[in-house]
Nanobody, 133 residues
Framework: QVQLVESGGGSVQPGGSLVLSCAASDITYRRNCMGWFREAPGKEREGVAAIYTCGDISHLADSVKGRFTISQDNAKNTVYLQMNNLRPEDTAMYYC??????????????????????????WGQGTQVTVSS
């Protein structure tokens, strides 16, 4: 059964930090590209970060480089998004996404470079992140 469960959202002041977690079912996690997207009110859903669960390949959007880090724990089938130095413009609903699975590294890299919601097949329910003073 495909399952993605996000957790870790909340409210913080500017400059604060949060860690988002995405726990995936085994079939979803294995050899897959896992991504984090966010959607603010009135804006398009945008890709934030992505990682290949079977290799040392990851991608961060320019808007979060130097502040966010994506990582994985394969023993737990979990992907993390460490968010530091948060800004009000980071306020959004954050979604975990997974590709079709059974990917090679070049395929996963292609998904990352597209950075498009259309490249992902499975989605979590979302977790809200609010940054305000």
């Amino acid at each position: 059964q495909v399952q993605l469960v996000e957790s870790g959202g909340g409210s913080v002041q500017p400059g604060g930090s949060l860690v988002l977690s995405c726990a995936a079912s085994d079939i979803t996690y294995r050899r897959n590209c896992m991504g984090w997207f966010r959607e603010a009110p009135g804006k398009e859903r945008e890709g934030v970060a992505a990682i290949y669960t079977c290799g040392d390949i990851s991608h961060l959007a320019d808007s979060v480089k130097g502040r966010f880090t994506i990582s994985q724990d394969n023993a737990k089938n979990t992907v993390y998004l460490q968010m530091n130095n948060l800004r009000p413009e980071d306020t959004a609903m954050y979604y975990c996404a997974a590709g079709a699975g059974d990917m090679t590294a070049p395929q996963a890299l292609s998904v990352m470079m597209r950075n498009s919601r259309n490249a992902y097949v499975y989605w979590g329910q979302g977790t809200q992140v609010t940054v305000s003073s």
